[in-house]
T-cell receptor, first 114, second 119 residues
Framework: GAGVSQSPSNKVTEKGKDVELRCDPI?????LYWYRQSLGQGLEFLIY????????KSGLPSDRFSAERTGGSVSTLTIQRTQQEDSAVYLC????????????FGPGTRLTVL | AQKVTQAQTEISVVEKEDVTLDCVYE???????LFWYKQPPSGELVFLIR??????QNEISGRYSWNFQKSTSSFNFTITASQVVDSAVYFC????????????????FGQGTTLQVKP
């Protein structure tokens, strides 16, 4: 398991439902990032974790979005009361330490909100 | 403000042609990193190169080469003798790396250039 893994790979949900997206970073990587890729907005930063804390949540688009990281490893991005504009590919990346290190990306979760 | 511009939305070439993907960036910091990632049709972003702002040496890796010019704030990527497998979306990205300035290493991406290499 050398790379970043994400689950599920695809998620279809109905408007108004909550969804959870999971990211398993590369083992030993302390920094974890979530990004969103959508047709209209390109690739956008959402949130950054260093260990279990999130010093930068500036990219979360609304208070319906939240994320946590436990044990300095797995992270979960939760979207409450999903809207159609939340449809996108959600990408997770990890790096060894953060600031100056290369980020390696997972395969993403494609979220479709009907 | 930090910004990355990839003016070329789509490029189409015939196999074995050379192709250059342009990237222009804006940043307030003197310490930063530039990256190129490849996104093939499978969707996963694949890291290609990282360059810090103090290293302006050009780099070559096989058929790939990168030209970093601080004077023009550009970090262009050239594929020599393109192949069909090079078809993908290519993203240029910037991260500000000055410690103690609230930087977190988050990537600012350009809009991407779709490269199609025809046989």
């Amino acid at each position: 398991g050398a790379g970043v893994s994400q689950s599920p790979s695809n998620k279809v949900t109905e408007k108004g439902k909550d969804v959870e997206l999971r990211c398993d970073p590369i083992s030993g990587h302390t920094a974890l990032y979530w990004y969103r890729q959508s047709l209209g907005q390109g690739l956008e930063f959402l949130i950054y974790f260093q260990g279990n804390s999130a010093p930068d949540k500036s990219g979360l688009p609304s208070d319906r979005f939240s994320a946590e990281r436990t044990g300095g490893s797995v992270s979960t991005l939760t979207i409450q009361r999903t809207q159609q504009e939340d449809s996108a590919v959600y990408l997770c990346a990890s790096s060894i330490g953060g600031l100056t290190d290369t980020q390696y990306f997972g395969p993403g979760t494609r979220l479709t909100v009907l | 403000a930090q910004k990355v511009t990839q003016a070329q939305t789509e490029i189409s070439v015939v196999e074995k042609e050379d192709v250059t993907l342009d990237c222009v960036y804006e940043t307030r910091d003197t310490t930063y990193y530039l990256f190129w990632y490849k996104q093939p049709p499978s969707g996963e972003l694949v890291f290609l190169i990282r360059r810090n702002s103090f290293d302006e040496q050009n780099e070559i890796s096989g058929r790939y080469s990168w030209n970093f010019q601080k004077s023009t704030s550009s970090f262009n990527f050239t594929i020599t003798a393109s192949q069909v497998v090079d078809s993908a979306v290519y993203f240029c990205a910037l991260s500000e790396a000055l410690h103690g300035s609230g930087n977190t290493g988050k990537l600012i991406f350009g809009q991407g250039t779709t490269l199609q290499v025809k046989p």
